[in-house]
């Protein structure tokens, strides 16, 4: 079974509670969910292998320790994954950055598949999902299954705000697969929103309503 990391760390607590704020603008929602993104980068590679180098200082050489093992790679469900990329970059510039588009049908809430485009190596990399709201799970399931087509065998999902039955889901679909989310919420609506959540995702970071 797969664990679920909430990132209790009070500046992603604070900044989370502004992004739930329903006066928060698409400006600042998108700063904030970059500003988020990168805090919770920093837990995501927190298991990442380290080796030791020799580093000379202005004073003297030394073994210094510098991040060895898999290259990274991100991948973001669009379309509000993008809102989550430049965060992780600024920690991880290496990173190669692969998209996937899935959109939820607002009827069915199943996701459809309309665009992907991934790194050359990607089986090669660690993977990193970006998606602020896992829902009913739907769609960063059926990513993380097109990506384990694809020969991808290490994989973290990374979003803002999980429901209980997007993570039932994935831990039953994808129990390789560990979740890092900022909060777990009470549940869905009827609709598939999370409760109480914090809107459409896609639609505050873009101002499409
Ligand atoms: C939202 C969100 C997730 C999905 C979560 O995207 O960004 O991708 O819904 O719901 P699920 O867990 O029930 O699948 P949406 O389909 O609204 O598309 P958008 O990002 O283009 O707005
Ligand atoms: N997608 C969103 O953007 N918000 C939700 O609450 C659920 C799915």
Do not use: W
Not at 4 to 26: A, C, E, F, S
Not at 152 to 171: F, R, S, W
Request: aromatic share 4%; proline share 6%.
């Amino acid at each position: 079974m797969s664990t679920v990391h909430v990132i209790t760390h009070p500046l992603v607590q604070h900044k989370l509670t502004m992004i739930r704020d329903k006066d928060t603008g698409p400006k600042d929602f998108r700063d904030l969910v970059e500003e988020v993104s990168l805090l919770m980068a920093y837990e995501v590679t927190r298991d990442m292998p380290l080796e030791e180098v020799e580093v000379e200082t202005p004073i003297c050489k030394m073994k210094g320790q510098t991040i060895s093992g898999k290259k990274v790679g991100v991948v973001p469900i669009l379309r509000a994954g993008l809102g989550m990329v430049n965060g992780i970059l600024r920690l991880i510039p290496t990173a190669k950055v692969g998209h996937v588009g899935l959109y939820r049908d607002p009827e069915t809430l199943k996701p459809v598949e309309y665009y992907c485009k991934l790194p050359v190596d990607v089986e090669e990399r660690e993977i990193i999902v970006i998606d602020p709201m896992l829902a009913t799970g739907g769609s960063a399931a059926a990513a993380i299954e097109y990506l384990k087509e694809r020969g991808v065998t290490h994989i973290k999902l990374m979003c803002l705000l999980a429901a209980p039955e997007g993570i039932q889901l994935l831990q039953r679909e994808h129990p390789d697969v560990d979740i890092f989310t900022a909060a777990v919420d009470e549940r869905l609506n009827s609709h598939g929103y999370i409760i109480p959540g914090l809107g459409d995702a896609g639609d505050r970071l873009f101002g499409t309503k």
